[in-house]
């Protein structure tokens, strides 16, 4: 058989083969899977005719923003800080002290001469000095020969520590100088001496402010406070300064 003939032979062939494949095609559509019921073969040779969605096409992913968002916690804490600073700040004398804002002088010991800063041996010298573990090197003032101020940062325990001030005062009451409305401000007495409490703005973080007269002026001696400032709940804080109290002064 010549190659012409044979190539139309194979024209005339090819319409018959197509219809065949299509047919068993069809045949094995209609037939039951080996694993599971008839109708599941077709399901899974039937062609997916939904076009391919683009990238802008995809519902959006929230999962970060739903990370990010506020916890009840977190969103309870901002609502009390915001509701806290809309009301009136507290200024004036409450109980044996006196309440100042934070932008008005603050005069507990008056100067001559301009406050520097004094060495760690007239820290260590000066009745102020408080004896505890510290974090960090101690931070004081002087003027006219007196240290007047002394504080650092007090170790309290292993994760926790606080801010202790102790100074002088000459006035009939200390001046303390606050940013609070009244009712987060309480006064109570630790250990028989009068205290002032700052309470916190919002319940997630401690930040409890503590102001407590160790000692009242005489006409040749001034008064002692005691302030104990950030990182403590109100508890925590009362404790602490009554412990202190008792190394100071005893029983």
Do not use: W
């Not at 939904?50 to 990370?67: K, L, N």
């Not at 960090?136 to 309290?156: F, H, K, N, P, W």
């Amino acid at each position: 058989m010549s190659s012409h003939v044979k190539l139309q032979t194979l024209a005339l062939l090819a319409p018959v083969l197509a219809i065949v494949a299509l047919g068993l095609v069809a045949i094995r559509a209609t037939q039951p899977d080996a694993n599971g019921p008839a109708g599941l073969a077709s399901e899974s040779t039937a062609m997916d005719t939904t076009p391919p969605q683009s990238e802008d096409a995809r519902p959006e992913d929230t999962s970060i923003a739903v990370r990010t968002s506020p916890r009840p916690r977190i969103a309870k804490a901002i609502a009390a800080v915001e509701a806290d600073a809309l009301k009136p700040r507290f200024t004036g004398l409450l109980g044996e002290f006196h309440i100042v804002g934070p932008s008005d002088p603050f005069l507990n010991f008056a100067c001559d001469s301009y406050p520097t800063r004094p060495t760690a041996t007239e820290m260590e010298s000066s009745e102020l000095y408080l004896r505890r573990p510290l974090l960090g090197s101690r931070e004081g003032a002087m003027c006219d020969g007196t240290v007047y101020v002394v504080g650092g940062t007090q170790l309290i325990d292993d994760d926790e520590s606080t801010d202790i001030d102790r100074g002088y005062y000459q006035g009939p009451k200390p001046q303390a100088s606050r940013n609070a409305p009244l009712d987060r401000l309480t006064v109570t007495t630790i250990g028989g001496r009068p205290a002032l409490v700052e309470q916190a703005r919002q319940e997630l973080f401690p930040e409890c402010r503590l102001l407590v007269i160790e000692r009242t002026p005489t006409p040749s001696t001034p008064g002692i406070f005691m302030d104990i400032t950030g990182n403590l709940e109100c508890a925590t804080a009362v404790e602490l300064a009554a412990r202190i109290l008792l190394e100071l002064y005893g029983p």
